[in-house]
């Protein structure tokens, strides 16, 4: 019984390596098939549902990389779960699901909160929900965890953003003369 693991696990092993490889040359499909034959060898094989969805949504096929970086969220340490929350906003946010994009970048967040990017992407979802304040609050976050992006569009449009904010202005004194 053993022996039949350990095939197993080398037999993933092989079909995610070559599937890497297959990656790396541009060839999509077939590295596809190799990361597939990897996660049939071994469903919990949290690497291949990553580079699987990754080669899914290279090719445009949202939906499968939906699914695969939900499973690694699921099969995954908390490593491996950011990067499937992360990957997994990117895909909603790329099909118009900006509620469901902010949902997956705040879990990726509760789970590293240094995470630059997250915070980025959640602002550009933001933004697309109506949520200015919202997004120019993670922006400033994300440019503050050193996110370029964000920070060449927060000097563009509020260049005085590293300021701390003012005081609200003290109501008037009433003075009864």
């Not at 696990?9 to 098939?33: C, I, T, V, Y």
């Not at 597939?36 to 919990?44: F, L, Q, R, T, V």
């Amino acid at each position: 019984m053993l022996m039949a693991s350990v095939a197993m696990a080398d037999s993933a092993n092989s079909s995610f390596n070559q599937g890497f490889e297959k990656h790396r040359q541009g060839d999509l499909k077939s590295a596809l098939q190799r990361y597939s034959s990897a996660i049939e060898d071994n469903p919990s094989f949290s690497m291949a549902y990553q580079m699987r969805g990754i080669a899914q949504q290279q090719l445009k096929k949202y939906a499968e990389a939906i699914s695969d970086y939900s499973q690694v969220i699921t099969t995954g340490d908390n490593s491996f779960k950011v990067v499937g929350y992360y990957n997994r906003g990117v895909v909603k946010n790329m099909i118009g699901d900006f509620g469901g994009a902010i949902l997956d970048f705040s879990q990726a967040i509760e789970l590293d909160k240094k995470m630059a990017a997250a915070f980025f992407h959640r602002g550009i979802a933001k933004g697309k929900t109506g949520d200015l304040t919202g997004r120019i609050e993670d922006f400033r976050q994300a440019a503050l965890l050193g996110e370029l992006n964000a920070e060449r569009w927060l000097n563009t449009y509020f260049p005085d953003w590293k300021q701390p904010p003012k005081p609200p202005p003290s109501p008037p004194s009433e003075n009864p003369a």
